[in-house]
């Protein structure tokens, strides 16, 4: 029995009793300080990394909104905004270095503090204890840690919006020299050095959570929970936390070095450099290095933010869809294929850097490779869909919504492997359209699933779902027709980053098209504050969750009382005897992972 419970929060050895973890909370009373704010509770921390991920989407959302203004109605001003930015948008209209600043943010804000730390933070911490069957993280207080520095990186990041000369404004990918030297624009002064301090704290906090996740996954699964016996979800955050620890640290060397730069007189990045007709000291750096360095993250990264999406996905759909999931195994060998893969493409953010032509051609192959397991997945969701007698919940529809996307925008991943074809296409607004679409906008659909899904576990009510579905609809067809035109916009070869585009006759097809973007752009993130308010109200005020297990789920967590507390299970952490699929099964509608394996039913 004593190998149930491995945990640390039992304090005598004979730590299966019932009231046992009663006494060991019995002697510090709660405060509010310790409850909501330096808790150490999976579960709470989940929603402090949930819902400061939802306050810097609103932000990163708004940046998006502002300059879609600018670039559906170049020749408009609009006086609201000198209102609330003064110098930066004088007349009304937005000023070219605010743009760029605006720019920058948004793809740094949503790619990071929303879509890295608000997703992986968010469900890895509530999802993992909960489906292994452990107590809490293996060390909660690491955990706690990792959400303190993700919020003093979002403070320092924040702050860096306020300061007299701006937020950086090097583009998200912060390449040098621009980065690198102060005096090449206002942005690249103190803004550009809050922006890498904000981002050495979160990625300090990427690698703390993820080490927790690991160690969590790997040696605190309950009896009988063997790896094959998982949720996907669990193998999905899993793989996601191998990725961060790996390739978070190159990103931060790669901006310790930028610091040097700016500061130290080194010479990494920099070479030849003349500004303003003076030549600059420094000789011997590449600032093609640095682009490795970021790459060597930034590939990666893209999907450490998918990853968990792909497991959430599984998960919702095989429960909704009443059926077992498709290809278990190929789901788990595909996720492991996507995270070796994941490493070996970076280049092909690089084929127009003057890479070696052979090099290149070796990253389109592996490039192209990466879409076989992506593929598989496709596949197997759509078999798990395949005569399912499926409900329809809002988290369901944003499941199927999230598979619609990742097709869609996949595909137009497979124009941009191939080296010739991006040549002509790199950063014009084709590569825009593709990257939000499929890691952008589906990511966030992975996202809403697992908020509605498992919503009623963080606060035992639910959200409203007829709000919900409203949020669906407007939000899938608003995406899909503020990013599919950019595509053609792209073929015709218009530049991204550029903030008025009206002056070249070229592009005067597009005008319409812009101002159309912008309108739906407006729409959509009124939609989504909708669905912020939807969040909050229903804390307090949603319909109350009356059963166990009001999804018909199979899974762990739904064997914890309705409003778990620290330490998840009154009593024994339940034991395993099944895997996390047994939907429809000897003409049951489900059966839970819990229950024993009968004498005449075949064992998975």
Not at 94 to 102: H, Q
Request: hydrophobic letters at 50%.
């Amino acid at each position: 029995m004593s190998d149930i419970l491995h945990t640390h929060q039992e304090t005598a050895s004979h730590g299966h009793h019932a009231d046992d973890h009663h006494h060991v909370h019995a002697h510090h009373k709660e405060t509010f300080i310790s409850k909501y704010i330096f808790s150490m509770d999976h579960k709470m921390i989940a929603k402090q990394f949930l819902i400061t991920g939802i306050v810097w989407a609103i932000i990163g959302g708004l940046f998006s909104v502002l300059f879609r203004l600018q670039l559906g109605f170049p020749d408009e001003s609009f006086p609201i905004l000198e209102t609330f930015f003064g110098k930066w948008a004088e007349g009304g209209k937005l000023r070219p270095e605010f743009y760029y600043a605006l720019t920058t943010m948004h793809g740094t804000v949503l790619v990071f503090f929303v879509l890295t730390a608000g997703l992986s933070g968010t469900f890895a911490n509530l999802l993992i204890p909960l489906q292994v069957g452990a107590r809490d993280m293996a060390s909660p207080m690491m955990n706690m840690l990792s959400y303190w520095f993700f919020f003093g990186g979002s403070i320092v990041m924040l702050a860096s919006l306020f300061i007299q000369t701006g937020p950086a404004s090097g583009g998200w990918t912060i390449y040098p020299p621009l980065s690198a030297l102060g005096q090449a624009s206002e942005g690249s002064k103190a803004g550009m050095d809050y922006w890498i301090i904000g981002m050495a704290l979160f990625i300090i906090s990427q690698l703390l959570g993820g080490l927790n996740y690991i160690a969590t996954i790997l040696n605190m699964r309950t009896k009988g929970m063997s790896m094959t016996r998982v949720p996907l979800t669990i193998w999905a955050l899993l793989f996601t936390a191998v990725l961060g620890v790996l390739s978070f640290p190159v990103l931060l060397s790669g901006v310790v070095l930028l610091i040097f730069d700016r500061h130290l007189g080194t010479s990494f990045y920099l070479s030849d450099i003349y500004i303003a007709g003076q030549a600059l000291a420094n000789e011997g750096g590449s600032a093609i290095l640095f682009q490795h360095l970021f790459w060597f993250l930034g590939h990666p990264e893209v999907y450490i933010i998918i990853l968990p999406t792909m497991g959430i996905v599984s998960e919702v759909m095989s429960v909704n869809a009443r059926k077992p999931i498709f290809g278990y195994m190929a789901m788990v060998f595909s996720m492991f294929a996507i995270c070796v893969l994941a490493f070996l493409v970076w280049a092909h953010h690089m084929f127009v850097t003057g890479l070696n032509p052979f090099l290149g051609s070796v990253f389109v192959l592996l490039t192209l490779l990466i879409a076989v397991p992506s593929a598989i997945k496709v596949f197997n969701w759509l078999t798990t869909l395949w005569r399912g007698n499926i409900r329809f919940t809002p988290a369901m529809l944003f499941a199927i919504g999230f598979v619609s996307l990742f097709i869609s925008g996949g595909l137009t991943g497979i124009f941009l492997g191939n080296s010739t074809i991006d040549i002509h296409l790199h950063d014009t607004m084709f590569v825009i359209a593709h990257f939000h679409i499929v890691m952008g906008v589906s990511a966030f659909f992975g996202m809403f699933c697992g908020i509605y899904h498992w919503f009623p576990k963080m606060f035992g009510r639910y959200m409203n779902n007829t709000l919900g579905y409203i949020h669906f609809w407007v939000t899938l067809i608003g995406a899909y027709l503020i990013f599919w035109p950019m595509h053609y916009q792209g073929f015709a070869g218009m530049p991204r980053r550029y903030l008025d585009k009206s002056s070249w006759v070229s592009f005067s097809q597009f005008h319409g098209l812009d101002a159309m973007i912008t309108v739906v752009t407006v729409l959509v993130f009124a939609v989504q504050l909708m669905f912020v308010f939807n969040y909050f109200y229903s804390i307090y005020k949603g319909r109350r969750v009356r059963t166990l297990n009001p999804w018909g789920a199979t899974t762990l967590e739904w064997t914890t009382p309705i409003r778990p507390g620290h330490g998840n299970w009154d009593g024994e952490i339940p034991e395993v005897h099944r895997w996390a699929y047994d939907y429809g099964k000897d003409g049951r509608d489900f059966i839970p992972q819990t229950e024993p394996i009968g004498e005449k039913e075949s064992s998975h």
